[in-house]
């Protein structure tokens, strides 16, 4: 399909922290500013990304290791292999029904909040919010959600309403990322167990910040 024109967010107007001075572990690196597209944009660019913190106010995270996927190097099993083959993908057809099934499979993280379900529809319509959906027949039964800046794509959550098909969608990801070529970098903040078995790797803060340099370097592809 055809890659969702672009819109300029505008220049941020907050002085957002610098990951790269946070001490080592420290994940929290600044509270405050907004959920505007400038500032959404910059600070993905910056390496951060918002999510609340436990009282309510909004937190900019840079995790320390930060998980990360090599779009080549997704690791896909067999039985995996054999659940793909019952499902068909899209990219960007069902992007709000995407964030809310998100938000909806996890009741006890409100992370997710109406404020942030807005803040990504923006995105969204601006061309740098991004969804991939896997469907079983005409029924949407997983997907994942997240931005595309350069040639990394920051991935925000993902659900799945039968087995197999949030891992689905991750493999459906990393395969059009790695078929478009290019330095790639999926990001997905940190590494479990059920992440690394698709391939998944912690990495140290320092190192993701370098590798983010270089992958802004990359067209978009989505």
């Known amino acids: 399909m055809p890659r969702r024109p672009r819109a300029d967010p ?32 910059a600070a993905y660019a910056t390496g951060l990304f918002p999510m609340d913190v436990a009282d309510g106010r909004l ?13 080549d190097d997704v690791h896909v099993s067999r039985s995996l292999r054999r659940s793909l083959r019952t499902f068909t993908y899209s990219v960007d057809q069902a992007f709000g029904a995407v964030v809310r099934a998100c938000r909806d499979a996890r ?26 959906e896997v469907w079983r027949a ?26 197999d098909a949030s891992k689905a969608a991750v493999v459906a990801l990393a395969r059009t990322l790695s078929a478009a070529g290019g330095d790639r970098l999926v990001d997905v903040q940190w ?21 983010l340099s270089q992958v802004l370097e990359t067209p978009p592809c989505l």
């Open 59 to 71: 937190g900019w995270w840079s995790p320390d290791p930060r998980g990360v996927l090599d779009p």
């Open 138 to 163: 005409d029924e949407l039964v997983g997907g994942l959600y997240g931005l595309e800046l350069g040639g990394l794509f920051a991935a925000e959550s993902k659900f799945h309403h039968v087995t």
């Open 10 to 41: 505008g220049p941020c107007r907050w002085a957002l922290p610098d990951p790269a001075l946070a001490p080592d572990g420290e994940d929290l690196v600044g509270l405050g500013a907004d959920l505007e597209p400038s500032t959404v944009v």
């Open 191 to 211: 590494c479990t167990d059920h992440l690394a078995r698709l391939g998944v790797v912690a990495i140290p803060r320092t190192q993701y910040l370098g590798r």
């Open 107 to 132: 009741p006890r993280e409100v992370w997710i909040t109406d404020d942030f379900v807005d803040a990504y529809e923006r995105l969204h319509e601006l061309g740098w919010a991004h969804s991939v």
